[in-house]
């Protein structure tokens, strides 16, 4: 056969020890057949990137981030970084009196000052805060008179603001932060303290993760059924009590909640009034699930099963190919950070606006013209389109390795023998003849996001504007609308990813062939999907609890609880928080190459009897999967 052709095979299964009969350099080497696609989109991709690196450049040269976590008063200068007030950090809101002689600051004009009033005093004078003079500020005058120049006592809060004390000031400390500072303050500046302070259960929660994942592909390869059936069963029972003790506390349930809260507060008419009708409901449905789930059970034991060994053959590829395991971890970390990056840009783009001065009706906030609008919608696009393409290029790369897996033949012991380099042929491959290709998979969901994100924003404004049952309405309609596309534009993608890798067709054709494929096996298709996404869902969970759960015992005895300790954690919720996210964020990346290894395998096979090429090479479980789907349809 040609290099630009896939070498044809005969329809006969390997009999052991057969392996030997096919060459893995003449007979299925991708290499040979790939090709540059999609080269003008490549060329479109770099022009792009370099006049976003210049964007970039410019954007953090001339944003001011001091903006944003800096206090701003009323002639619109940024307390501690404009020049004229570069030696007055904090910003400090004057007291008037209001109506009934009742004191009030003054909200639209605050000024910047040297220091907080009172948040450390050297008075010894006998006398309540609220009577107690803390120092004069001459700029109250120009904007409350000449009666508010006297101080009064403050606090202190994230290093910039001069907030009333809450002790003295209760209703003033309300009116400035809009809640109980007191409680806030506190909460807030244990939170973060307890978070910096259990950094190393931090850092071990992301080993933690990284091991839970391959724990997880583990027991999968090894007893995939047994955990789809142990969850199905987990399931039908949950819902059934689920349904049960909804059912017995019909009409109790709000009353037992203030009760354990301890809260005086009261539901809404709403859902008081239709409490018990409510709960009869949702026990319903419960009860639904479970008989549901009972019949899945049940009526496609054979397919469950199927669909098991699928998996088990998809971790099994994994740990065929070890450097296949190192991917979600370096997935993890790389995205992770270049997504920080690109965060910081667009904050230093956001602050980079003018900042308009307080008056009698606002009060002082950055504005933005059409043109920085602008700029930040490409600098949106910009970034989602970078942010696709590392996803859309790491696909690519699991594609090719297992299709590289897939096509290499059994040897005599039933096994593969795949080389060392799969995956770096697939980053060479992906990244110097099909950028194109993976780029313009990844505009068409780069778009859809940015669109997604400017409904949002209306919605945003359509809300503080007052609201329109209407409008609201249309543009809910639109973004589950926009949704639904890029679900569906995700999934031609990712199989025309693997397309690009099997054959070195460019991304239209690819996609072409992924829908044609997908046609022809859908039923075997849904049966895997169906599989991957009940253990992904699993893995998810475990993985992140897990991270959880340890971060919560150790922050919370040892070295961490003691109050001595440089590294007490006095709130371990908070760690706790933050390690569940990177717990996700871990686990996520394994379930996407588990995801992504099966979907390859199944549609190499596919390929092959859309293409009537021979399926020596197939795993078994995929031929059961396939023909079996089949003959149930």
Same mark, same amino acid.
């Given at each position: 056969s040609s290099p630009g052709e896939p070498p044809a095979r005969s329809g006969r299964a390997p009999e052991p020890g057969a392996g030997a009969m096919y060459h893995h350099e003449e007979d299925h080497d991708l290499r040979s057949i790939q090709r540059p696609t999609d080269v003008p989109c490549c060329i479109g991709f770099i022009v792009a990137l370099c006049i976003f690196g210049g964007m970039y450049i410019k954007v953090v040269a001339q944003g001011e981030l001091g903006k944003l976590y800096h206090g701003i008063d009323y002639n619109g200068n940024v307390c501690g970084v404009d020049p004229d007030v570069v030696g007055e950090p904090y910003l400090y809101w004057c007291m008037k009196s209001g109506v009934g002689g009742v004191p009030k600051v003054s909200l639209k004009h605050p000024i910047c000052v040297a220091a907080c009033p009172g948040s450390v005093t050297q008075s010894t004078v006998s006398q309540s805060s609220s009577s107690q003079v803390y120092g004069i500020q001459p700029d109250c005058a120009a904007v409350a008179g000449a009666g508010s120049m006297a101080s009064y006592k403050t606090k202190i809060l994230m290093n910039r603001y001069c907030i009333p004390d809450p002790a003295a000031y209760p209703q003033l400390s309300e009116q400035v932060s809009g809640n109980n500072l007191a409680d806030i303050e506190a909460f807030t500046a244990e939170t973060f303290s307890s978070i910096c302070a259990a950094w190393p259960v931090l850092l071990g929660s992301f080993f933690v993760a990284v091991m839970l994942g391959y724990l997880f592909l583990v027991l999968l390869r090894h007893c995939a059924g047994p955990m789809l059936y142990g969850t199905m069963l987990a399931a039908i029972i949950g819902f059934s009590l689920m349904g049960i003790y909804l059912l017995a506390n019909a009409g109790t349930l709000s009353e037992k909640l203030r009760t354990q809260l301890n809260s005086d507060t009261d539901l809404p008419p709403e859902i008081t009034d239709n409490e018990e009708n409510l709960t009869r409901g949702v026990a319903g449905l419960c009860f639904v699930l479970s008989f549901i789930t009972l019949c899945l059970a049940c009526c496609f034991h054979q397919s469950i099963e199927v669909g098991s060994a699928c998996v088990e053959v998809a971790c099994e590829t994994i740990f065929e190919m070890p450097s296949l395991l190192l991917l979600p971890v370096l997935k993890a970390f790389f995205k992770g950070a270049l997504s920080l990056v690109l965060l910081i840009g667009f904050v230093e783009l956001y602050s980079a606006s003018p900042v308009v001065p307080g008056s009698d009706t606002e009060e002082p906030h950055l504005t933005h013209t059409k043109e920085q609008y602008l700029e930040m919608l490409f600098y949106m696009l910009m970034s989602f389109w970078i942010l696709c393409f590392v996803n859309a290029l790491y696909q690519f790369i699991v594609a090719y390795g297992v299709c590289e897996y897939y096509k290499t033949p059994y040897d005599h012991d039933q096994e593969k023998d795949v080389g060392c380099c799969a995956l770096w042929d697939g980053l060479f491959f992906g990244l /110097?003849?099909? %950028? %194109?290709? /993976? $780029? !313009? %998979?990844? !505009?068409?969901? $780069?778009? /859809?996001?940015?669109?997604?994100?400017?409904?949002?924003? $209306?919605?945003?404004?359509?809300?503080? $504007?007052? %609201?329109?049952? /209407?409008?609201?309405?249309v543009l809910c309609c639109c973004l589950c609308a926009v949704g639904c596309c890029k679900e569906i534009v995700e999934f031609i993608d990712k199989n025309a990813y693997i397309d690009i890798a099997l054959t070195s067709n460019n991304f239209c054709d690819a996609a072409k062939d992924a829908l044609q494929v997908i046609t022809e096996i859908g039923g075997a298709m849904a049966i895997l999907n169906g599989a991957t996404f009940v253990f992904a869902t699993f893995g998810t969970i475990m993985i992140t609890l897990g991270c959880g759960a340890f971060t919560y015992v150790v922050a919370s005895s040892g070295t961490f609880s003691e109050q001595s300790s440089q590294f007490e954690v006095a709130n371990p919720i908070g760690p706790m928080l933050v390690s569940c996210a990177i717990g996700l964020l871990v686990a996520l990346s394994f379930m996407h190459v588990f995801d992504m290894t099966s979907d390859t395998l199944l549609y190499c096979y596919g390929y092959d009897l859309k293409t009537g090429q021979g399926t020596q090479t197939a795993p078994t479980a995929l031929k059961e999967l396939v023909h079996g789907a089949s003959d149930h349809h």
């Open positions: /110097l003849y099909h %950028g %194109g290709s /993976l $780029a !313009l %998979g990844s !505009l068409l969901i $780069a778009v /859809l996001m940015v669109i997604q994100q400017v409904i949002r924003y $209306a919605q945003k404004k359509e809300k503080e $504007a007052g %609201g329109n049952t /209407l409008v609201d309405c």
